[in-house]
C-alpha cells in the first residue's frame, strides 16, 4: 500500500510540474497570449479600432482565475484591467486618430504567473485641417494682436506654428484647443496669416496641411529716428565730431520710448527723445558707421549714416641701415610716416620714439628726424616706433633685429678616407658664424670651387681627388659671412692610403739552394700604405697557408722542415684599406736531396765499383791459362741521379783466350757469365748473383 502511494505522487508531480497549484483542487498554466488590430493596421482618421487580446490558459478545476490584462503602446502602459471571464480582452479606440499611431502588445498575469505577445503596429492615416482666427484685420506695426489656432479632434503632443506670409513668425506647444497666442507684425502693408500643427510620435512626427489665410492691414508707426553727423565732409583723424539722434513726429506718449547711439558694434550713448555726444575722429580707420535705433515696444526702426576719416600721417615703417650688421657695428634705426596730410598737419609736429623690451636704454629722437643711432648689441631684439601728433598715435610692425657672428677660422678636415688616385671630399667649417657662410676651396693658392651654407652648424664639402701624397698638404679653405675679414684655415693634413702595387714573392735561401731538412722562408713584399694583409697560397689550394697584417710593406712565412712534398708553385697576396687586392707571379719551389743522402749514394757506388773491379781482377788471374786480352767496362745510370731515383751499375768485360792448340784467340762466345778457350769445357768462377752475365747492374735508390 505505501509503494503505491509514493508511484501515485510521483507521477502526479511529474505531470504537473510546469502548472500553477491554487489550491488542492486547482492547477492552471498560461499556454499563449496573442494581440490583434481589428478591423486591420493601417487605417484612415475617424475608424473605430479594437486591439484584441488573446490568451489560452489550461485550467484543472473548476474555480474562475482573476486575470490581469495589461496593454502596452511604445513600451508605456495605456491600459490594464482585473477580470476573471475567460473571453478575449477588448482594448477599444474610438475614431482612431494619428496620436494613436504606435507599436502595441498585450501581456496577461495570473498569480506570479505573466505572458506577453507580440507586439504590433497601428498606422492611422490623415490630420483634421486646422483653423485660425484673428481678433481684428486692422492694427499698427508693432502692436499685439491676438491669434489662435485650432486643429479639431485631434489629440497627442501638438506643436502649432504661425506663418506670416511665408515666414515662420511663433512657435508653440497646443496645451490647450484652440491654441492661443499675441503676435506682432512689422512693416507697413497686407500680411496674410496663416498656421499648421505637427503631431509629435516616437520615433517619427505627421504635419497638417496649412490652416485658412486672413489678410490683415499694418499700418507704419508714425515716428521715425533722426540722425545727424557734424562735420558732414573733409573729416580727418583727430577732427572732432557731433552726433545727434532725434526723433521726427515726436509726441508725448504713455509707450516707452527708447533712443540708442551706436558706432559699429559699440554703444556711444542712450536717451528717451534725443541724444548728443561729442567725440574725436579715430586713427587708422577710413569711415565710421553711425546708427540711431528707436524702440518702441516690439518696434524698432534705425536711421543709420557713414563718413569717410582721411588719414592724418600714415603707420610709420621701422626700418635698419645697414640691413645687416654684426655685433658692435654702428647702426641706425630708422622711423618715418610716408605720408602726411600736409594741408593739415605739418611734419615738425610729429614725433617719434623707440621702444623695446629687451633694450633698456634707447636713443631719443631730439631732431624729430626719426633717425636713431646705436651700436649693435650682443644679442637678438625686437623694438617698434611710435608716430605722434595731436593726440593721434600710431605703431610700426615689430622689426626684428639680429645682429650677426662674425664667422671664425675654419677647419679644414676629410671626410672619410683618401685613398690616392679616388674621390673623396674635404670638409671646411666654421663653428662660429651666422649665416649664410660661403666657403671657397683653394689649391695651392688658386680658387678650386666655392659654396654657400644657409644652414647653422653645417660645414661645406668640396669632392676632389689627388695623384700624389703630398698634393694633400696644398688644400686650404676660406670663410666669409660677408663680414669684414675673410679668415683662412691651415693647410689639410690626413693620412693618404696609397693602392698596393709591385707585390713580388722571393725565398730565403735561393731556389738552387733548397734541399731536404732546410727551413725556407717565403718573403713576400709590396708597395703601398700599412696597414697590409698578407696571405700566401700554393697552387691548386684555395685555402691560404698563412694569413697575418703588418704594419710594415713586407712579411714572410717560414716552412721550418722542407720534403719533398713542399715542391710545388706558390704566390702571396697583398690588400690594403684602399680595398685593392694584388698577387704575385708564382714561384715554382724544388726540394733536391739532402747532402747526406747525396754522399752515402756516391759511397755506395764507390764500394760497388770497387767490388766489380775486385772481382774482375780474380777472374782475369783465374783465367790466365791462355788468356791473352782481356777488358771490362764499368757504367752508372743515369749519370745524375736525384732523390728516389733508381740506380744501375753495369760492369762489361770482354775476354781474349789463348788456345796453345790453334795458336788462336777464342772471344767470349756471348753467352752470359762464360768465357770459353774454343770449347765449353770450362767456366770462369763468379759470383752467384752474377756468373751468368757478362754485363753487371747492380740497383741502387737515391
Known amino acids: ?172 506647444q497646443m496645451n490647450s484647443h484652440p491654441a492661443e497666442a499675441k503676435i506682432s507684425l512689422m512693416g507697413p502693408g497686407i500680411h496674410e496669416i496663416h498656421c499648421s500643427y505637427t503631431v509629435h510620435l516616437m520615433p517619427d512626427s505627421v504635419k497638417s496641411e496649412e490652416s485658412n489665410r486672413i489678410p490683415v492691414t499694418v499700418r507704419e508707426f508714425s515716428i521715425t529716428p533722426v540722425l545727424e553727423v557734424s562735420p558732414k565732409n573733409n573729416i580727418y583723424e583727430g577732427d572732432p565730431l557731433t552726433i545727434t539722434c532725434t526723433i521726427r513726429n515726436f509726441l508725448p506718449t504713455s509707450q516707452s520710448i527708447n533712443l540708442i547711439l551706436s558706432e559699429g558694434t559699440r554703444m556711444l550713448d542712450h536717451g528717451g527723445s534725443s541724444i548728443n555726444h561729442n567725440m574725436t575722429a579715430p586713427a587708422s580707420v577710413t569711415s565710421l558707421t553711425f546708427e540711431c535705433m528707436l524702440t518702441v515696444k516690439n518696434v524698432k526702426k534705425v536711421d543709420t549714416k557713414t563718413v569717410s576719416v582721411a588719414e592724418l600721417f600714415s603707420r610709420p615703417t621701422l626700418t635698419m641701415s645697414p640691413p645687416e650688421v654684426f655685433r658692435n657695428d654702428p647702426m641706425k634705426l630708422i622711423c618715418r610716416s610716408e605720408k602726411v596730410a600736409t594741408e593739415k598737419l605739418d611734419r615738425t609736429e610729429l614725433t617719434y620714439t623707440l621702444h623695446s623690451l629687451e633694450m633698456t636704454f634707447l636713443p631719443r629722437d631730439r631732431l624729430n628726424t626719426g633717425v636713431f643711432s646705436i651700436k649693435a648689441p650682443l644679442n637678438d631684439f625686437n623694438c617698434t616706433c611710435v608716430a605722434q601728433a595731436r593726440n593721434i598715435e600710431k605703431s610700426s610692425k615689430i622689426l626684428a633685429v639680429r645682429p650677426k657672428v662674425l664667422v671664425s677660422t675654419p677647419t679644414i678636415s676629410v671626410d672619410g678616407r683618401v685613398i690616392l688616385g679616388q674621390p673623396f ?132 712565412h717560414e716552412v721550418p722542415v722542407l720534403t719533398k712534398q713542399d715542391s710545388g708553385e706558390y704566390f702571396c697576396e697583398a690588400f690594403n684599406a684602399a680595398n685593392t687586392r694584388v698577387q704575385s707571379k708564382p714561384i715554382n719551389i724544388e726540394v733536391h736531396m739532402a747532402m747526406w743522402k747525396k754522399a752515402l749514394i756516391g759511397g755506395t757506388v764507390l764500394l760497388v765499383v770497387s767490388v766489380l773491379v775486385l772481382v774482375g781482377c780474380v777472374m782475369y788471374f783465374k783465367s790466365r791459362r791462355g788468356q791473352r786480352e782481356t777488358s771490362a767496362e764499368l757504367s752508372v745510370k743515369p749519370s745524375s741521379p736525384k732523390s728516389d731515383d733508381s740506380l744501375t751499375v753495369t760492369l762489361t768485360h770482354n775476354t781474349e783466350v789463348y788456345n796453345p792448340t790453334t795458336d788462336a784467340v777464342s772471344f767470349y762466345d756471348g753467352r752470359e757469365g762464360r768465357v770459353t778457350n774454343g770449347t765449353r769445357a770450362s767456366m770462369a768462377s763468379l759470383p752467384a748473383d752474377i756468373s751468368n752475365r757478362s754485363s753487371y747492374s747492380i740497383p741502387a735508390t737515391v
Open 1 to 172: 500500500m505505501g509503494l503505491l502511494l509514493l508511484l501515485t505522487s510521483t507521477l502526479l508531480a511529474s505531470y504537473f510540474q510546469s502548472g500553477k497549484v491554487v489550491n488542492a483542487q486547482q492547477f492552471f498554466t498560461i499556454a499563449s497570449v496573442t494581440l490583434s488590430i481589428e478591423p486591420q493596421a493601417d487605417v484612415p482618421r475617424n475608424t473605430n479600432v479594437t486591439i484584441r487580446c488573446k490568451a489560452k490558459v489550461f485550467i484543472l478545476g473548476s474555480e474562475a482565475l482573476t486575470r490581469r490584462y495589461v496593454i502596452y503602446k511604445d513600451n508605456k502602459i495605456v491600459n490594464s484591467k482585473n477580470t476573471s471571464s475567460s473571453e478575449d480582452y477588448l482594448y477599444h479606440l474610438l475614431n482612431a486618430r494619428v496620436s494613436n499611431n504606435g507599436k502595441y502588445k498585450c501581456q496577461i498575469n495570473i498569480d506570479d504567473q505573466h505572458m506577453t505577445s507580440e507586439t504590433e503596429k497601428l498606422t492611422v492615416t490623415g490630420l483634421s485641417k486646422p483653423v485660425l482666427h484673428l481678433t481684428k484685420s486692422a492694427f499698427i506695426e508693432g502692436e499685439e494682436v491676438l491669434v489662435s489656432c485650432s486643429a479639431p479632434e485631434e489629440t497627442g503632443s501638438i506643436l502649432v506654428y504661425f506663418y506670416d506670409n511665408s515666414k515662420e513668425i511663433l512657435e508653440m
Open 425 to 556: 671630399q674635404i670638409r671646411c667649417q666654421s663653428f662660429n658664424g651666422s649665416v649664410p657662410i660661403i666657403y671657397t676651396l683653394y689649391k695651392d693658392q688658386e680658387q678650386i670651387d666655392k659654396t654657400t651654407i644657409e644652414e647653422p652648424d653645417e660645414g661645406a664639402l668640396f669632392t676632389v681627388s689627388i695623384s700624389r701624397t703630398d698634393e694633400l698638404n696644398e688644400y686650404t679653405c676660406k670663410a666669409n659671412n660677408k663680414g669684414r675679414d675673410v679668415l683662412v684655415s691651415k693647410a689639410l693634413n690626413a693620412t693618404v692610403i696609397v693602392p698596393l702595387s709591385q707585390v713580388i714573392l722571393t725565398t730565403v735561401p735561393d731556389l738552387q739552394e733548397l734541399s731536404e731538412g732546410s727551413n725556407l722562408h717565403l718573403l713576400c713584399t709590396v708597395k703601398g700604405t700599412p696597414p697590409i694583409t698578407f696571405k700566401w697560397y700554393r697552387v691548386g689550394n684555395s685555402q691560404p697557408l698563412h694569413t697575418t697584417t703588418s704594419k710594415k710593406n713586407y712579411k714572410y
